[in-house]
């Protein structure tokens, strides 16, 4: 069992960098997939990045909608994962979370239903 908060979010101009980072209590952290996913109310909730256990071997994947601004790291040892967001725009402006899940296979990795633990979330806000 693991417990998700997310921190950071905030309102930026467009061209900006804003960095989230969302902390976990609990055990066996290092083991976790933790993703990124985005909400508006507007739009069902997006895949952004995930980044894997270290079973295997702590791989990136981004939407294609963040890839080549975002970048997404963990540090095991302190128990976050941290996403850089460069390059803002104002489409990007939503409620970010962060998820974690110990028993995905590949292919549901970007499927939100698939994770159990949720932070809160917390709001980004692109202006242009």
């Known amino acids: 069992q693991v417990n998700l908060v997310e921190s950071g979010g905030g309102v930026v101009q467009a061209g900006g960098s804003l960095r989230l980072s969302c902390t976990a209590s609990?055990?066996?952290?290092?083991?976790?997939?933790v993703a990124w996913f985005r909400q508006t109310t507007e739009k069902e909730r997006e895949f952004v990045s995930l980044i894997t256990g270290r079973g295997r071997g702590g791989r990136t994947y981004y939407g294609d909608s963040v890839k080549g601004r975002y970048t997404m790291s963990r540090d095991n040892a302190k128990m976050t994962v941290y996403l850089q967001m460069d390059s803002l725009k104002p489409e990007d402006t939503a409620v970010y979370f962060c998820?974690?899940?110990?028993?995905?296979?590949?292919?549901?990795?970007?499927?939100?239903?698939?994770?159990?633990?949720w932070g809160q979330g917390t709001q980004v806000t692109v202006f242009s």
């Open positions: 609990g055990s066996n952290f290092g083991d976790y997939t």
């Open positions: 998820a974690a899940d110990r028993h995905l296979i590949v292919s549901t990795y970007r499927v939100a239903s698939q994770y159990d633990h």
